[in-house]
């Protein structure tokens, strides 16, 4: 059976394949932009039958943050990110190993949306979120 | 109000429990009209027939639920078994549990981009005995000796009431079969065991069910499994009705 810190180990291990991206495994108390911060998923215990070993649902968010405030080069930069392919693409990244280092079932990137001015200014950084939906038992 | 988590859900051969998310057992009666002239301006109705439906839910696995379904095409009759609130959360003899005999009626695949996949099968009550209500006598379990099983107070049976006996394989290693055996008795002891249904020897995966008429005031029943050959082992549930 998976745990939280598996799956986590194994978006960060995804992520860590994007040259240049400073990658950390949970919430930190400051960064170093670009960078990509998992932060804890929200679950869906019961998605089958059988408690201990029922299929989970784990919904990641991913955070890119590229750049202190609002700069035309940052929006750019995390265009690269979002795009769906290239060698900078997160969904790209991450879906090349739906399993996670074997520890998932199936995953899947299923949105990205750029922070909006309030998160912006309340994490000082220019990026956009993405929502990373994984099952695992 | 139980809250439902654990359902275990046996299909054939097939142990559904870990790929399934919903259920349904639906049993119904058919309303039959007979009123007459003399029923003075209201429908008068008797039951009719009874049918059953049952729904399964579940995940797509390549190595369970797809040939699950898919290897019951073309009208095969599987036995579907249900143990909805398992003691605990781990199936023990005793619990209750639903059964049928029923027949594949639809498969379907519900395919929406970024969701999970799934297939799903609808089935139709196939045998007299519609929707059994009974306990388990087994859990599933991985044997590789002859086994005798927990007893299990089901009470007794009052003529015209069946038995029902009802089992599952889930697999077979090395050179095993199974034969597996219904027997009761009057005390707890079981000092003087009486062979109720013996079903004939199983070699593959699958179900197996029988059924026995005789009434008896016995109270206590179990289940022995009579494995043959000499490596291996045989993993098998089972359970019994009477109504």
């Excluded at chain 2, 519609?130 to 006598?137: C, E, K, Y």
């Excluded at chain 2, 008429?213 to 082992?233: D, F, N």
């Amino acid at each position: 059976m998976a745990t939280i810190a598996q799956l986590r180990a194994g978006l960060v291990d995804r992520l860590s394949t994007i040259q240049g991206l400073q990658v950390y495994g949970a919430e930190p108390g400051s960064i170093t932009p670009p960078a990509a911060v998992v932060v804890t998923p929200s679950i869906t215990y019961h998605a089958s039958f059988n408690s201990d070993g029922a299929l989970k649902q784990y919904s990641f968010r991913v955070m890119v943050l590229v750049a202190q405030g609002l700069l035309d080069e940052a929006a750019y930069s995390l265009d690269e990110y979002a795009d769906p392919t290239g060698v900078l693409s997160v969904r790209a990244a991450i879906e090349d190993d739906p399993t996670l280092n074997g520890f998932a079932e199936s995953l899947i990137v299923t949105d990205f949306r750029p922070l909006n001015a309030e998160e912006v200014a309340s994490l000082q950084y220019w990026g956009g979120s993405f929502d990373v939906t994984v099952y695992a038992r | 109000m139980p809250v439902l988590k654990d359902c275990n859900i046996w299909f054939g051969g097939y142990d559904l429990t870990s790929v399934a998310n919903e259920l349904s057992i639906e049993t119904m009666y058919a309303d039959v009209d007979v009123t007459t002239f003399g029923s003075t301006g209201a429908h008068t109705r008797v039951g009719g027939l009874q049918d059953s439906n049952i729904s399964l839910m579940t995940f797509l696995d390549t190595s369970i639920s797809e040939p699950a379904f898919f290897g019951d095409r073309g009208g095969v009759v599987e036995l579907v078994t249900a143990v909805a609130f398992p003691t605990g959360g781990t199936v023990t003899a005793g619990d209750r549990c639903y059964a049928a005999r029923a027949m594949l009626k639809t498969i379907s695949d519900p395919m929406k981009v970024g969701d999970a996949a799934k297939i799903n099968a609808t089935l139709s009550g196939a045998q007299a005995e519609g929707v059994l209500q009974g306990m388990v006598l087994a859990p599933k379990a991985t044997i590789s000796a002859t086994t005798t099983g927990s007893i299990v107070t089901l009470g007794a049976q009052t003529a015209p009431q069946i038995a029902y006996f009802g089992v599952h394989v889930f697999s077979l290693t090395g050179d095993r079969t199974v034969t597996l055996k219904l027997q009761s008795a009057s005390g707890l002891a079981f000092g003087t065991a009486v062979d109720r249904v013996t079903l004939g020897t199983i070699s593959a995966a699958g179900s197996g069910f029988g059924t026995s008429s005789t009434a008896t005031g016995h109270q206590y029943w179990r289940v022995v499994a009579t494995l043959g050959g000499t490596t291996g082992s045989v993993s098998f549930a089972a359970f019994a009705s009477i109504q």
